[in-house]
């Protein structure tokens, strides 16, 4: 059955930098897009990052842009999002969620880690 | 800023039937946008329930139905079943050269 394993997550200063990773298995990973959503406490969802199958194509919300990045290896089955210049507003819990056949809708998503950004 | 709406708060009675709407401020939702809908329980990770407006994915029960009304996206439940009271967010697709998912706000739906 398909699992998505979040891990990487903490408590990290802000303007610091972390990076989760999201190990998966039960499904071909290499054969679809990946993505990133975070959920700060008490709020919705937020859509953060989506990566392409084959990890060319990479989109992001406007507010991270230039700060995070998205990838993936399929070597390992893992995908990643690395973090910097946190900020406060943005602790939330990470989730990342496995995309359907078209790229565009989710269908799978992990239980999270939570990301702390605190002084 | 593209903002998603949907009603704060509802409340059916168990067997009843509940509509929950989607809107966006670009302008009408249309099926290229791709309306999902996801459910999301205390402490629990949000699950899909519904993709492409009106797809059920294989553990979706049947009582739950998406479709466009009007200008809006919208999620049916029939039947209400205790077990449903959750959250209810609708997410929506916006293409284009960059392109981008922004979730509405929720809907807490109690099941009274």
């Known amino acids: 059955q398909v699992q998505l394993v979040e891990s990487g997550g903490g408590v990290v200063q802000p303007g610091r930098s972390l990076r989760l990773s999201c190990a998966a298995s039960?499904?071909?990973?290499?054969?679809?897009?990946m993505h990133w959503v975070r959920q700060a406490p008490g709020k919705g969802p937020e859509w953060v990052a989506a990566?392409?199958?084959?990890?060319?194509?990479?989109y992001y919300v406007d507010s991270v842009k230039g700060r995070f990045t998205i990838s993936r290896d399929s070597s390992k089955n893992t995908l990643y999002l690395q973090m910097n210049s946190l900020r406060v507003e943005e602790t939330a819990v990470y989730y990342c969620?496995?995309?359907?056949?078209?790229?565009?809708?989710?269908?799978?998503w992990g239980q999270g880690t939570l990301v702390t950004v605190s002084s | 800023q593209t903002v998603v709406t949907q009603e704060p708060s509802l409340t059916v009675s168990p067997g009843g039937t509940v509509t929950l709407t989607c809107a966006s401020t670009?302008?009408?939702?249309?099926?290229?946008?791709?309306p999902n809908w996801v459910q999301q329980k205390p402490g629990q990770a949000p699950r899909p329930l519904i993709y492409?407006?009106?797809n059920k994915h294989s553990w979706t029960p049947a009582r739950f139905s998406g479709s466009l009304l009007g200008d809006k996206a919208a999620l049916t439940l029939s039947g209400v079943q205790p077990e449903d009271e959750a959250d209810y967010y609708c997410?929506?697709?916006?293409?284009?050269?960059?392109?981008?998912?922004?979730f509405g706000g929720g809907t807490k739906l109690t099941v009274l």
């Open positions: 969620a496995k995309a359907t056949r078209t790229g565009i809708e989710t269908d799978y």
């Open positions: 039960g499904f071909p990973f290499s054969n679809f897009g």
């Open positions: 990566i392409s199958f084959d990890g060319t194509n990479k």
């Open positions: 670009t302008g009408a939702v249309t099926s290229g946008h791709y």
């Open positions: 492409a407006t009106n």
């Open positions: 997410q929506l697709y916006f293409g284009g050269s960059q392109l981008s998912w922004v």
